[in-house]
């Protein structure tokens, strides 16, 4: 067991035909392997680990190059920053004290695609000053990846100031109430929820306001907002929203934010994507869309594009109730995997 508080282990190996950690390593195992441990065998001249089921997960070569320690932990940090890994490997791997001539990674596509072999060879080692590069002249920019909005606005959210949440505020309770005068009573409750779903500010009474409003646009809207979560009630929820889109006016596009959510309960991701790009591009700093986004970016793996959604979102309203699971999250990856922080 190397790592008790995590639960995972590299499998025990049989009393070593060599001395030193080097021949426990390289010691066939003896007895059945539990199922979820980590085999450690020697092949060929090199260290393979290998799954219970016997896939093979990571090897290195016996044959290397000694050094530092610490050289050899910045080593086994890029490894993982680059590359990723098991972290009981790596870190079996980082005690070694030496980079081995190739290591090759068997990377198992969490999203069903075919896996892959990542072989890297090291031709030399050798230890050179950290100067740093210079940055004069150069700016930060964002990147982002298909599905995503494009990268023009992903750096004006991420990078720029955010709309001061007053000034917001003021913006919408303006549009509310010219929709109010204007006889559009949907329009300006959606004001109000685009203020919130923004700024994370409630609107006190907003509730009792749309039930003692007698319009029949305002009452189909919060009817469908009150139903159960289940498929049926999500199918007739983005039915409805859809009908009520011309009566939204400018604010149709909230409509589709919580259209996106029905559609996800549907189990229709890329519709739910696709509103909530249309929600972006209505509403640039619309946090909620963010937040969403990143989520559904998280249940198809890309954690990368997940995290350039909500970092997005926590500029805009770093102190947004919608980002509290993201933070748990964050705090609890730094906890159990320190080695990546």
């Given at each position: 067991?190397?790592?008790?508080?995590?639960?995972?282990?590299?499998?025990?190996?049989?009393?070593?035909?060599?001395?030193?950690?080097?021949?426990?390593?390289?010691?066939?195992?003896?007895?059945?392997?539990?199922?979820?441990?980590?085999?450690?065998?020697?092949?060929?001249?090199?260290?393979?680990?290998?799954?219970?089921?016997?896939?093979?997960?990571?090897?290195?070569?016996?044959?290397?190059?000694?050094?530092?320690?610490d050289l050899g932990r910045r080593f086994v940090q890029f490894l993982r920053e680059r590359?990723?890994?098991?972290?009981?490997?790596?870190?079996?791997?980082?005690?070694?004290g030496r980079v081995p001539r190739e290591i090759q990674y068997s990377a198992?596509?969490?999203?069903?695609?075919?896996?892959?072999?990542?072989?890297?060879?090291?031709?030399?080692?050798?230890?050179?000053?950290?100067?740093?590069?210079?940055?004069?002249?150069?700016?930060?920019?964002?990147?982002?990846?298909?599905?995503?909005?494009?990268?023009?606005?992903?750096?004006?959210?991420?990078?720029?100031?955010?709309?001061?949440?007053?000034?917001?505020?003021?913006?919408?309770?303006?549009?509310?109430?010219?929709?109010?005068?204007?006889?559009?009573?949907?329009?300006?409750?959606?004001?109000?929820?685009?203020?919130?779903?923004?700024?994370?500010?409630?609107?006190?009474?907003?509730?009792?306001?749309?039930?003692?409003?007698?319009?029949?646009?305002?009452?189909?809207?919060?009817?469908?907002?009150?139903?159960?979560?289940?498929?049926?009630?999500?199918?007739?929820?983005?039915?409805?929203?859809?009908?009520?889109?011309?009566?939204?006016?400018?604010?149709?596009?909230?409509?589709?934010?919580?259209?996106?959510?029905?559609?996800?309960?549907?189990?229709?991701?890329?519709?739910?994507?696709?509103?909530?790009?249309?929600?972006?591009?209505?509403?640039?700093?619309?946090?909620?869309?963010?937040?969403?986004?990143?989520?559904?970016?998280?249940?198809?793996?890309?954690?990368?594009?997940?995290?350039?959604?909500?970092?997005?979102?926590?500029?805009?309203?770093?102190?947004?109730?919608?980002?509290?699971?993201?933070?748990?999250?964050?705090?609890?990856?730094?906890?159990?995997?320190?080695?990546?922080?």
């Amino acid at each position: 067991m190397l790592d008790k508080a995590r639960g995972r282990t590299l499998a025990d190996a049989a009393p070593p035909k060599r001395t030193g950690l080097g021949g426990l390593l390289r010691s066939a195992l003896s007895g059945p392997k539990p199922q979820g441990d980590i085999s450690v065998e020697s092949e060929a001249g090199h260290t393979v680990y290998a799954a219970a089921e016997g896939r093979r997960l990571f090897s290195y070569s016996d044959e290397g190059t000694r050094i530092e320690p610490d050289l050899g932990r910045r080593f086994v940090q890029f490894l993982r920053e680059r590359y990723h890994g098991h972290p009981l490997i790596l870190e079996r791997l980082a005690s070694e004290g030496r980079v081995p001539r190739e290591i090759q990674y068997s990377a198992k596509d969490m999203r069903g695609f075919p896996g892959s072999t990542i072989t890297l060879r090291v031709q030399s080692a050798n230890v050179v000053p950290d100067s740093g590069i210079p940055l004069e002249g150069y700016r930060r920019v964002v990147q982002g990846r298909p599905g995503l909005p494009d990268d023009a606005t992903l750096e004006r959210v991420t990078l720029g100031a955010a709309p001061d949440s007053a000034q917001v505020r003021e913006r919408r309770q303006m549009e509310a109430k010219e929709s109010v005068d204007a006889g559009r009573m949907l329009d300006s409750v959606l004001a109000f929820f685009e203020l919130t779903l923004q700024t994370g500010e409630a609107v006190p009474g907003l509730g009792e306001a749309i039930q003692s409003t007698p319009d029949a646009d305002m009452r189909r809207f919060w009817e469908v907002m009150l139903r159960s979560s289940d498929n049926a009630a999500a199918s007739t929820m983005a039915a409805t929203l859809v009908e009520l889109r011309a009566a939204a006016g400018p604010h149709a596009h909230v409509l589709k934010s919580f259209e996106s959510g029905a559609r996800r309960t549907l189990n229709e991701p890329q519709e739910a994507h696709a509103l909530l790009l249309e929600v972006i591009e209505a509403n640039p700093f619309f946090t909620w869309a963010y937040t969403e986004l990143g989520d559904i970016c998280v249940a198809d793996w890309d954690m990368g594009a997940a995290w350039l959604c909500w970092d997005a979102a926590r500029n805009i309203a770093p102190g947004h109730h919608l980002l509290k699971d993201v933070s748990a999250l964050e705090e609890m990856l730094a906890a159990k995997h320190p080695e990546y922080f």
